[in-house]
């Protein structure tokens, strides 16, 4: 199997099989984030613990490639510190921008994610859990 393979059938697992589905109760941080081009729309919510993620859900109206993108960020948020989830954040921006196809290690789990990149009309769909992602981390920041 190549790799084109191998990350189309990473994506199709978390389309079938979405993680982290759902809105949380009594979140530490939420926010939701528009796609002005389709009018879809994607929340996030988040529970901390200390300055850690403990939990996270998304809850998706939106296409197959958001659903892929959201599912994919809140496995690998989880548990991790708030630095470290924001250097993820800036990290993965900048892999979708870059010409080459180098992906820092803290990446690697988001790979058939950033394969994606090459299909730019669809960029704001791969994006979306991040924007939310991003107005959280700034309310924290607060
Ligand atoms: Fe609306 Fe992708 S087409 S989020």
Known sequence: MNNSSIYREALLEHIKNPKNLGSLDNPDLKAVAFNSICGDELQLSIELTEEKIKDCKTKVRGCSICIV???????????KNINEVD???KKFLECLKKENNKIPKLLS????LISLKNNRSRMKCVILAWDALFDCLSQYEK
């Open 87 to 89: 250097k993820i954040r």
């Open 109 to 112: 789990n988001l790979r058939p």
């Open 69 to 79: 993108s959201a599912s994919m960020m809140s496995e690998l948020i989880i548990s």
